[in-house]
């Protein structure tokens, strides 16, 4: 996953013309890091879309903009518009990442 560092980079990454995958994390999260453990397979099953991290400490207004109200959470976006969005409750497991993305992309 390639991490997003700034508003700017991030607003031109969600204007793909192709999905992009956006994992919102910070690194005092103890589930983003359990995530971390798992979701290396979940990447590289989905890696003809493109991954990123953001850090919602540092890019608050992305993750305020964008409802991201918990984390780890994954927003896919396309064209700038936010097509799909799974709340960090729901990110607890490899099996609830694979069935989002699988309803997302399928």
């Not at 700017?8 to 971390?36: L, Y």
């Not at 919602?56 to 097509?83: Q, T, W, Y």
């Given at each position: ?5 700034t508003?700017?980079?991030?607003k031109?990454?969600?204007q ?8 919102f ?10 995530m971390?453990m ?7 099953k ?8 953001v850090?919602?400490?540092e ?14 959470s994954?927003?896919v ?30």
């Amino acid at each position: 996953m390639e991490p997003i560092s700034t508003n700017d980079q991030f607003k031109t990454t969600i204007q793909s013309d192709n999905p992009v995958i956006v994992k919102f994390e910070a690194g005092w999260c103890p589930d983003c890091r359990a995530m971390d453990m798992w979701i290396d397979p979940i990447v590289e099953k989905y890696n003809n879309y493109n991954w990123y991290t953001v850090n919602r400490d540092e890019l608050e207004d992305a993750a305020a903009d964008n409802d991201v109200m918990g984390i780890p959470s994954l927003l896919v976006f396309k064209n700038g518009e936010k097509l799909a969005h799974l709340h960090s409750a729901n990110a607890k497991s490899p099996e609830q990442v694979e069935s989002f993305l699988a309803e997302t992309f399928e």
